[in-house]
């Protein structure tokens, strides 16, 4: 098909990864560009195609943008995705979607009022593994489920940038919580019971543990950390027949199910085995093109849902975004 043309908000080091695999793709290119730093953007324009603009709104307008991808620090999510929608565009908004449930719900009231389309950009939901997690669980291939743990462990403390910055809504919930809690509300929606405890320092949080309980007796252990490198990232759903497993499973291509000692079975998407940003590009880009006002693969009332979920841990962890920028 005809390139899908982007207008960039953001210039950082995930918006140069996304950029490079784009570009390689050949179905996507970047035609305009804004960030704070007009000499950054300037950089990101000549390395990764396209024109940076002085203003946010020169970009979102400029000729043949078809989409705005907003990649800044959770804090601007909002401000920029109200622009875009207000000036006409379709937004794809990195996760986590917002800082608040209500600014989430404001704008998919916009997006809704402007008949213009509206998506987080979550891979969990566009993942081919995640998916297909998702597949063996309906089909039973495990059993009824009775646990599952995630945990997902990086160290970014002692680094500067927006991880660590109180004023750009940093901290673990956002950053990286998100993904299992995703992950979670993907397979077995809204628990009946959230419980919650976390270390917060200088204003934002470093770790926190969650535990999800369903009606049914699931219990869903959730484990999150900048401050700690130690396990790293892994996921384990067990049934009564078996269990599913995979490192890395906010990111990782692939994913291995076992019953018992002889039976396994590895699934492997296509594409790089991890960090694949491809799949949900080319879904929205899809969805914007047929004129659909929300994605095929992620609902708004599940955005929506899981920023509740995360008010509502926010809340029992006492942590608080009262000086954003």
């Known amino acids: 098909m005809e390139k899908f043309r982007w207008c960039f908000i953001g210039?950082?080091?995930?918006?140069?990864?996304?950029?490079?695999?784009?570009?390689?793709?050949?179905?996507?290119?970047?035609?305009?560009?804004?960030t704070r730093n007009y000499v950054k953007g300037k950089a990101f324009a000549e390395k990764y195609g396209g024109t940076a603009y002085d203003t946010p709104e020169k970009a979102i307008t400029a000729e043949g943008v078809e989409g705005v991808y907003i990649v800044t620090p959770h804090n601007a999510h909002y401000r920029y995705a109200e622009l875009s929608l207000k000036l006409g565009k379709p937004v794809f908004c990195e996760k986590a979607f917002t800082v608040t449930a209500k600014e989430t719900d404001e704008l998919i009231s916009i997006a809704r009022d402007k008949k213009l389309f509206l998506c987080e950009a979550m891979w969990t939901w566009f993942s081919p593994s995640a998916n297909m997690a998702k597949k063996w669980i309906d089909e039973g291939r495990i059993g009824k489920i009775h646990s599952a743990d995630f945990r997902y462990h990086i160290r970014t403390v002692g680094h500067k940038g927006r991880h660590t910055d109180p004023k750009r809504a940093g901290g673990a919930l956002l950053d990286i919580t998100v993904y299992p809690?995703?992950?979670?509300?993907?397979?077995?929606?809204?628990?009946?019971?959230?419980?919650?405890?976390?270390?917060?320092?200088?204003?934002?949080?470093?770790?926190?543990?969650?535990?999800?309980?369903?009606?049914?007796?699931?219990?869903?252990?959730?484990?999150?950390?900048?401050?700690?490198?130690?396990?790293?990232?892994?996921m384990l759903i067990r049934g009564e027949k078996g269990v599913i497993k995979a490192p890395f499973f906010h990111a990782m291509n692939g994913l291995t199910l076992k019953k018992g000692l002889f039976i396994k079975e590895t699934f492997k998407g296509d594409g790089p085995r991890i960090n694949s940003y491809i799949d949900e590009f080319d879904s929205v880009a899809k969805d914007i093109r047929s004129g659909k006002t929300e994605s095929s693969m992620v609902p708004l009332k599940a955005t929506k849902a899981v920023m509740e979920l995360l008010d509502i841990i926010r809340d029992q962890i006492g942590l608080n975004y009262n000086n954003l920028e």
């Open 11 to 34: 210039t950082g080091n995930l918006a140069a990864t996304v950029a490079s695999q784009l570009r390689k793709s050949g179905r996507h290119e970047i035609v305009s560009c804004y």
């Open 181 to 234: 809690i995703t992950y979670a509300y993907r397979l077995w929606g809204k628990p009946e019971l959230i419980e919650s405890k976390a270390k917060i320092k200088d204003g934002i949080d470093l770790c926190e543990d969650i535990v999800f309980t369903y009606s049914d007796g699931l219990k869903v252990n959730i484990s999150a950390s900048i401050n700690d490198s130690i396990g790293l990232e892994k």
